[in-house]
């Protein structure tokens, strides 16, 4: 197939103007293209998915029909996210599947990390098919392929995200995004009304939690590091290094070492502090988090969340270690 290669001339989109151009041009070429046929999408919340999402809903409205798969896997509060800003606010035609326990119970037992991504990947596109096979009149399958998505690969989002689709679906695609950069994405987020928190978020890889929930997946170890890393995630917010570190999160370790409560020794988990930035996830450095941080992120997720004990910060740049732990 050849190679969708963007326009030398095409001007790069920083301003509000420029999006909104963009969005009338393209609501313009969806309606087109899809007629009055129905378009599917597989919408986890992340920014190009939703970024699709808000822009097919503003072309053809409930034609679109969205998939949102929580695979029991999602940070907190990301899920209720996407049924908050599509389903309620949007009027988004959502299908929202809760296929916790089914990725949960796969994964019992499993500790090695490309088998836990093996399982996760293949159970999502089976779920998506599922939810896909009960729907008539679907035409086309709508997706959020960016530019670099294209440079680095053959074309459609399938590199290793868990998003990729079934390859036998017979669906014409809608790729409104697919000549953009992420920076150009986020701008035309903004403009179509989507929350700055939702278009400027940090990178999350398409297995989620499973791959930072160290070894064999637990559910109680697995709702120890949700807590935790909201916890994180509230305090980057709070002192401002949300938007400035690229990526940033709890990992927690499958072994226990014995703490101090109410002058009892107990086993507890130890939550890990990764915090990284980089230009291309090929190599990356440490954001250097303020000690005073440190210590109220440790005191917050030692007191709020069951079953740690302990808080430890990561120093090692990529490489030698690898951005995720597993
Ligand atoms: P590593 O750990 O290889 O990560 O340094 C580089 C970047 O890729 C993300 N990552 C993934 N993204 N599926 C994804 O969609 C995955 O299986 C996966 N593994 C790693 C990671 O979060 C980082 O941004």
């Known amino acids: 197939m050849e190679k969708t290669v963007r326009p030398e001339n095409m001007e790069r989109i920083t301003t509000k103007a420029l999006a909104e151009a963009f969005i009338e041009n393209q609501v313009k070429e969806i309606r087109e293209q899809v007629g009055d046929k129905k378009v599917l999408l597989a919408l986890s919340g992340g920014v190009d998915s939703s970024v699709v999402a808000a822009l097919l809903i503003k072309a053809i409205g409930k034609q679109l029909i969205c998939v949102h798969v929580n695979h029991g896997l999602m940070r907190k509060g990301e899920s209720e996210q996407v049924i908050e800003v599509f389903g309620r606010e949007l009027g988004a035609n959502l299908i929202y599947v809760d296929a916790t326990d089914r990725f949960l119970d796969l994964l019992d037992g499993v500790s ?15 779920v998506f098919d599922e939810e896909a096979s009960k ?21 459609v989002k399938a590199h290793h995200n868990v998003g990729g689709l079934p390859e036998d679906m017979q669906f014409e695609l809608v790729e409104p995004v697919k000549l953009l950069f992420k920076d150009e994405v986020r701008v035309v987020g903004e403009a179509l009304g989507l929350p700055h928190n939702m278009v400027y978020r940090q990178p999350f890889p398409g297995p989620g939690l499973g791959v930072r929930c160290l070894g064999a997946i637990t559910r109680d170890r697995l709702h120890a590091l949700r807590e935790a890393d909201a916890i994180l995630r509230e305090e980057f917010d709070k002192n401002g290094l949300a938007e400035k570190v690229w990526q940033y999160f709890i990992a927690v370790p499958d072994f226990k070492s014995v703490g101090v409560k109410d002058g009892k020794r107990y086993e507890g988990w130890a939550a890990i502090i990764r915090a990284v930035n980089t230009t291309d996830a090929m190599s990356a450095t440490i954001e250097e988090i303020p000690y005073p941080m440190i210590h109220h992120i440790t005191n917050r997720i030692t007191h709020e969340v069951d079953g740690i004990n302990r808080v430890m910060v990561d120093v090692t740049p990529k490489p030698v270690g690898t951005i995720e732990f597993e």
């Open 112 to 126: 090695e990390p490309e088998k836990k991504r093996k399982i996760i990947g293949g159970e999502f596109i089976k």
């Open 135 to 155: 729907l008539e009149g679907i035409s086309f399958l709508a997706q959020g392929t960016i530019y670099p998505d294209i440079l680095e690969s053959d074309g």
